[in-house]
């Protein structure tokens, strides 16, 4: 099992950046391959970007990608989301989660594990 704690989000103004961090706490976080999702108000979560437990494959969502890095430290127990040239559309609430993920990933499935943090706002004004 894994506990996550997300950091970072903020109000930025269209073009900025942000950096996101979701500290791991256990001694398993290595194990898992993970993701970050984003939720709108009254729309469902959908994930943003995802990596495997090695860091060796990563996956975008169309919508973030060339502009958003996920990366991860497995000696820190710590992954994070650099999103540059924010958007208004890039505000949600951005959770990061354990996933299923494969060598081809696809949003179909990269499947959430259960395992979430709490959540940390980003809001992009225009």
């Known amino acids: 099992q894994v506990q996550l704690v997300e950091s970072g989000g903020g109000l930025v103004q269209a073009g900025g950046s942000l950096r996101l961090s979701c500290a791991a706490s256990?001694?398993?976080?290595?194990?898992?391959?993970m993701g970050w999702f984003r939720q709108a108000p009254g729309k469902e979560r959908d994930i943003v970007a995802g990596?495997?437990?090695?860091?060796?494959?990563?996956y975008y969502a169309d919508s973030v990608k060339g502009r958003f890095t996920i990366s991860r430290d497995n000696a820190k127990n710590t992954m994070y989301l650099q999103m540059n040239s924010l958007k208004p559309e890039d505000t949600a609430v951005y959770y990061c989660?354990?996933?299923?993920?494969?060598?081809?990933?696809?949003?179909?499935?990269?499947?959430?594990?259960?395992?979430w943090g709490q959540g940390t706002q980003v809001t992009v004004s225009s």
């Open positions: 256990g001694r398993t976080f290595s194990r898992y391959a």
């Open positions: 990596i495997t437990s090695s860091g060796a494959t990563t």
């Open positions: 989660g354990a996933i299923n993920m494969g060598p081809h990933p696809t949003p179909q499935t990269m499947t959430p594990l259960g395992y």
